[in-house]
């Protein structure tokens, strides 16, 4: 796959930066607290809430990257000035449901999916990307079927791409006998995951990278 192409020419996200601009400083507090992390986290509040994420993947030197509200689009706007310095040997990313949730349609998801991808082979080289699916949640069920088309979409698009993108399916893992976002892995607020819905992303990935051999370098 070739890294050249500018597929997003403008992002609407640079308008608004100053919205996300308490989180993003967050950021690079956070960065300062660790040093030389072997496995970034970036993306949106799933990734910013994540307050275990340290203890679950203690093995790897992790660092939380997540910042609150974040879309994908939001997630290639700073990106440069976020990944400065950093030399990591794995990367996961969390991203793409608040894009949904602010009315984009799926091919526009893919379409900043596949920009992020081209701008992490340019900073970071071939280390494995690990992209989380986008989670069913209680208060966006309304948009079950974009959220099931867009990971089918972006799922279909890493296949294309080299071999060290990967695709981590926990749609499927967090509804319950119904078919509908299970209460037990969400906040009361029906938006944001709980421990329990932790511990299953946490299991996923671990198994994930176990299965594709996937380590630090």
Same mark, same amino acid.
């Given at each position: 796959?070739?890294?050249?192409?500018?597929?997003?020419?403008?992002?609407?996200?640079?308008?608004?930066?100053?919205?996300?601009?308490?989180?993003?400083?967050?950021?690079?507090?956070?960065?300062?607290?660790?040093?030389?992390?072997?496995?970034?986290?970036? @993306?949106? %509040?799933?990734?910013?809430?994540?307050?275990?994420?340290?203890?679950?993947? %203690?093995?790897?030197?992790?660092?939380?990257? @997540?910042? @609150?509200?974040?879309?994908?689009?939001?997630?290639?706007?700073?990106?440069?000035?976020?990944?400065?310095?950093?030399n990591p040997d794995i990367f996961v990313l969390y991203a793409g449901d608040n894009d949904l949730g602010d009315g984009r349609?799926?091919?526009?998801?893919?379409?900043?999916?596949?920009?992020?991808?081209?701008?992490?082979?340019?900073?970071?080289?071939?280390?494995?990307?690990?992209?989380?699916?986008?989670?069913?949640?209680?208060?966006?069920? %309304?948009?079950?079927?974009?959220?099931?088309?867009?990971?089918?979409?972006?799922?279909?698009?890493?296949?294309?791409?080299?071999?060290?993108?990967?695709?981590?399916?926990?749609?499927?893992?967090?509804?319950?006998?119904?078919?509908?976002?299970?209460?037990?892995?969400?906040? %009361?607020? @029906?938006?944001?995951?709980?421990?329990?819905?932790?511990?299953?992303?946490?299991?996923?990935?671990?198994?994930?990278?176990?299965?594709?051999?996937?380590?630090?370098?």
């Open positions: 796959m070739g890294y050249k192409t500018k597929f997003v020419p403008l992002l609407n996200e640079q308008e608004n930066m100053f919205w996300y601009e308490p989180d993003v400083c967050g950021v690079e507090t956070r960065k300062k607290l660790v040093e030389n992390p072997k496995i970034l986290f970036y @993306g949106s %509040s799933s990734i910013r809430l994540w307050d275990t994420l340290y203890r679950d993947f %203690s093995e790897f030197k992790p660092l939380n990257m @997540g910042f @609150g509200g974040s879309t994908l689009a939001a997630c290639i706007v700073y990106l440069e000035r976020l990944m400065k310095d950093l349609h799926p091919e526009e998801v893919l379409i900043f999916f596949k920009q992020i991808i081209i701008d992490l082979r340019k900073r970071f080289g071939n280390i494995p990307i690990l992209y989380i699916s986008i989670k069913p949640s209680i208060t966006r069920f %309304s948009i079950i079927e974009q959220i099931r088309f867009t990971n089918k979409i972006i799922s279909s698009e890493i296949k294309k791409m080299d071999s060290n993108v990967f695709f981590i399916d926990i749609f499927e893992k967090m509804l319950d006998a119904n078919r509908f976002p299970n209460r037990l892995l969400f906040q %009361s607020e @029906g938006l944001h995951i709980n421990e329990k819905g932790y511990s299953i992303w946490t299991k996923t990935i671990k198994d994930f990278m176990i299965e594709h051999n996937i380590n630090l370098r």
